[in-house]
């Protein structure tokens, strides 16, 4: 069974940083596209961060410069640091394959920064 947990989130001020960290079991890890997510209160989940199996990484032009997407295959982990956080970060962050393998969520982990 798909299981997909988030953790690392909390409150920070600008300008500070999270690391967030997202532990995959139940489907093979490695050979997959791995996607960091995120979603705004009445807004739809978008992707801000991609890795794909090879390590290549992409980012939405927002966060370019500022996150940083990692893997860890031998852990089924991945990771997003999160630095010169500003308010507009403020969202639920998710972890996910890109492209989706199925419907299935994890429960998300908040990010708020404060200004």
């Known amino acids: 069974q798909v299981q997909l947990v988030e953790s690392g989130g909390g409150l920070v001020q600008a300008g500070g940083s999270l690391r967030l960290s997202c532990a995959a079991s139940?489907?093979?890890?490695?050979?997959?596209?791995w996607a960091w997510f995120r979603q705004d209160p009445g807004k739809e989940r978008g992707v801000v961060a991609q890795?794909?199996?090879?390590?290549?990484?992409h980012y939405v032009d927002s966060v370019k410069g500022r996150f940083t997407i990692s893997r860890d295959n031998a852990k089924n982990t991945v990771y997003l640091q999160m630095n010169s956080l500003r308010p507009e970060d403020t969202a639920v962050y998710y972890c996910?394959?890109?492209?989706?393998?199925?419907?299935?969520w994890g429960q998300g982990t908040q990010v708020t920064v404060a200004s």
């Open positions: 890795i794909d199996s090879s390590g290549n990484t």
């Open positions: 139940g489907r093979p890890f490695n050979n997959y596209n």
């Open positions: 996910n394959t890109n492209p989706l393998q199925s419907n299935y």
